[in-house]
């Protein structure tokens, strides 16, 4: 799959925000097996007729999830309330996308089972991130963000650039990782972030020029 902007921006108007069209890229180009994506009823005709379009696997969540004023339904974790698709408020259905159907059935039932571990890994989480994710999310912690660091000293030291693990800024769409790191070191999220990174820019370069404009600020 090759794109120019005008396909990149036809993407990003179907999925939503720019972070969720990166990892349709990501998933059509095979960084990614599955992709996790919330999306509330106006938004799912779009994207289930892109995923049809293009061999693309969905399965819908049998629940939906509502947040309150203060979540907004990013992906990165699992916020907000479970409720019955009955039910008469607002909410978010998750999607699983991928190109093999058993991928995406697999993760909407590791989900409905509450099965964090399995939904990680079939989102390509490292088992690093898996761990610290399971114990260090839960209702009083439900954005397990490391620390800020200081990257010019950091990168120096280390020569690698840190800030691709940066994922403070995803409200922006300024982020590579669609998971918690676990740690400033972890050299598993960085590969992840370097290959997206290099992915990207021969997709999308325009998108990887302002991810990585983004991420230097
Ligand atoms: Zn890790």
């Keep these: 799959m090759s794109l120019n ?3 990149y921006h036809q993407l990003v108007s179907v999925f939503g925000s720019k972070l969720k069209a990166d990892e349709i890229v990501y998933l059509q180009s095979d960084e990614k097996n599955v992709v996790r994506q919330l999306f509330f009823s106006n938004e799912i005709s779009a994207v289930e007729n892109y995923c049809s379009g293009n061999n693309l696997f969905l399965v819908k969540s049998k629940f939906k999830i509502i947040f309150s004023d203060l979540e907004t339904g990013e992906t990165f974790s699992n916020k907000g309330e479970r409720v019955d698709l009955s039910d008469k ?3 978010a259905i998750i999607c699983y996308i991928a190109k093999d159907e058993k991928s995406s059935l697999l993760a ?3 989900e409905h089972q509450r099965n964090d571990q ?6 390509g989480y490292p088992k690093c991130c898996i761990e610290y994710f399971l114990h260090r999310f839960g209702p009083e912690n439900s954005n397990p963000e490391l620390e800020s660091i200081d990257h010019e000293e950091n990168s120096l030291k280390n020569k690698i650039d840190l800030r691709l693990l940066d994922i403070s800024k995803r409200d922006e769409d300024i982020c590579l990782l669609s998971h918690f790191p ?3 070191d972890c050299g598993e999220s960085f590969n992840i972030a370097e290959r997206r990174l290099l992915l990207l820019a021969s997709k999308v370069k325009s998108r ?3 991810l990585e404009i983004g991420l230097q600020k």
Excluded: M
């Design 182 to 184: 676990c740690s400033w």
């Design 89 to 91: 408020r607002s909410g």
């Design 208 to 210: 990887a020029n302002s």
């Design 5 to 7: 902007d005008k396909h």
């Design 118 to 123: 399995l939904l990680g890994e079939l989102l």
């Design 108 to 110: 909407a039932l590791s």
